[in-house]
């Protein structure tokens, strides 16, 4: 299957979705109803602004050859932006950016592509030890839900099992140094050069992974618990919108939300931005805590406009950086 094809099924499959929750509420008092949120967007832009601002801290801490400076904050952040513009744009489980950032990185701040993936493989299993936690706080504020049903609650047990193999996965497999015994493997069957010299670029980074879990251990937590923070941000998002639109949310329902949102959007990787699932996620939940449908829509709706100003945010970045004329050293 070309990527083509595959990048206008994900696309497919996310309108179709979109269009059965469309189907489900009143577009036209979703619309409304979005509106009347006024001068409280400047708040939800701004409490986004701060999440996404932890969310790279968070990164940087991962990249122990650069400072933990403003200047190389700033420098990180214009990255970041361009990557999960992309994230958010390519149906490739989220990490379309990925190799952007990595290969940006690299050109315009002198980062080796070696410490540029092992950054990001680092923040990847930062973020989802994350929201492993994230949810987990969630799914048990839904038990003492009762507004909550027990078919969501048996979702989220699956959601919180598939999101701690990936944790596992991620955090784990380093410390078994599988690249150094296959390439030792391959070596003695002789079946190939090149990939052996593969291998050992992954042994490399195995090397590079396990010296961060090992003796970085300050930047780790300190890592994690910035990748805490955006989490945390986006349930404030929730509460405050719903304040800003006449129907005010406990902190709680606004956590269960937010959880059920990511963790719906984690397993759905390959539609990009979660299209029509966070709107789903979003419908199904407000309609259970509040009864209004029109409400879900107009979070998801405001939620969306946001993402929207941050996508035109990313494409200036990239902008900026196709029109630099030469990388700055590291300072």
Known sequence: MSKTLLKFICLAAGGALLAVVAGQVNIRE??????????????ILGLYFMAFLADTFSWQMTIPCIPLNKLWLY????????????????????????????????????IGYSEGITSLILIQAIILTSLLFFISVGFVLALYSDKISSRSEAIAVAGLLVIGLG?????????????????????????????EVALRHVGDIEKRLVD?????????????????????????????ASLFLGRPLSFAEAWIIESSVQM?????????????????????????????PV?????????????????????????????????????
Request: aromatic share 10%; glycine share 14%.
């Open 167 to 195: 944790v596992a996965a991620v955090v784990l497999l380093p410390h078994a140094k599988l690249s150094s015994r296959i390439g030792g493997l391959a070596a003695r069957m002789g079946i190939g050069e090149r990939l």
């Open 75 to 110: 420098r990180v952040w214009k990255v970041q932006l361009v990557g999960e513009a992309l994230n958010n744009v390519i149906p490739a489980a989220g990490l379309g950016g990925e190799p952007v950032k990595a290969m940006l990185l690299k050109r315009r701040y002198a």
């Open 30 to 43: 979703v619309m409304t109803r979005s509106l009347q949120i006024g001068w409280g967007m400047a708040v």
């Open 295 to 331: 409400l879900g829509g107009a979070i998801a709706m405001v939620r969306r406009f946001r993402e929207i100003v941050w996508l035109a945010g990313g494409g200036v970045a990239g902008l900026t950086f196709f029109f630099a004329r030469r990388a700055p050293q590291r300072n």
């Open 212 to 240: 961060f879990y090992s003796s970085r251990r300050r930047r780790f937590l300190g890592a994690l618990i910035m990748a805490i923070a955006p989490w945390i941000l986006g349930v404030l998002e929730i509460y405050y």
């Open 264 to 292: 719906m959007r984690a397993a759905v990787p390959f539609i990009p931005g979660g299209l029509g699932v966070q709107e789903g996620v979003f419908v199904a939940l407000l309609t259970a805590i509040t009864g209004s």
